[in-house]
């Protein structure tokens, strides 16, 4: 059962565009919510991340939205620059049970 | 410090094999959790501790055992595994039962079971 879910398997865009990665859950026990970049044979790195109680979360070129009535955030990258090529994946998290998305490949194009 | 260490980084283990994978953090968190992850797949959550008690379970097969000696370590006893077990194991671990906090993860062991 996919309790968190990113519908789009890879995303390009040109360098200094904005980068916009979605996630749904289904669960509505989730109450935290974070993003990490992953690069191929390594561990995800933490990102941003989004408390149930905000609906927006920004820290320099990264702001999460949350919109908890439609279970769905976003995470958007502005401007985006080709050192953000990489997965990225959305989790969500309730006590300590985290589950994560199954990835977007993000390519930015110089 | 936010380093979450794991040995060792790659392991080759034959099916009849027993070992061991580390997982080792000073940040004084208390939850600490395992992932698997094949290629092109999302991390798959498998165990969960939390002030050194299991917690979560994901009705992971017996063939992995986890441990955690204490709040600074986590280690998944391996067994008679199966190739199909192969993939990159990654434990993580966040700072205790509550919800408002990220898991910083290792740099992960790559698992091949030949």
């Known amino acids: 059962d996919q309790q968190v879910k990113q519908n789009s398997p890879s995303l390009s865009v040109q360098e200094g565009r904005i980068s916009i990665l979605n996630c749904d859950y289904t669960?509505?026990?989730?109450?935290?919510f974070l993003w990490y970049k992953k690069y191929p044979a390594e561990g995800p790195t933490f990102l941003i991340s989004?408390?149930?109680?905000?609906d927006k979360n920004e820290d320099g070129r990264f702001t999460v939205f949350l919109n908890k009535s439609a279970k769905h955030l976003s995470l958007h990258i502005v401007p985006s620059q080709p050192g953000d090529s990489a997965v990225y994946f959305c989790?969500?998290?309730?006590?300590?049970?985290?589950?994560f998305g199954a990835g977007t490949r993000l390519t930015v194009k110089p | 410090d936010t380093e979450v260490t794991q040995t060792p980084k790659h392991l080759v283990m034959g099916m009849t094999n027993k070992k061991s994978l580390k997982c080792e953090q000073h940040?004084?968190?208390?939850?600490m959790y395992w992932y698997k992850q094949k290629a092109k797949k999302p991390p798959e959550l498998m165990f969960v501790?939390?002030?050194?008690?299991?917690?979560i379970n994901e009705s992971v097969p017996s063939r992995f055992s986890p441990e955690c000696p204490n709040s600074s370590l986590l280690n998944l006893h391996l067994h008679a595994l199966q190739p199909e077990d192969s993939a990159l194991y990654l434990c993580?671990?966040?700072?205790?039962?509550?919800?408002?906090?990220?898991?910083?993860f290792g740099q992960g062991t790559r698992l091949t079971v030949v």
């Open positions: 989790a969500a998290k309730t006590n300590n049970d985290m589950r």
């Open positions: 501790y939390s002030y050194e008690k299991l917690s």
């Open positions: 993580a671990s966040s700072l205790e039962t509550g919800t408002n906090t990220e898991a910083f």
């Open positions: 669960n509505s026990m989730f109450d935290y």
């Open positions: 940040m004084g968190h208390r939850a």
């Open positions: 989004i408390s149930s109680i905000k």
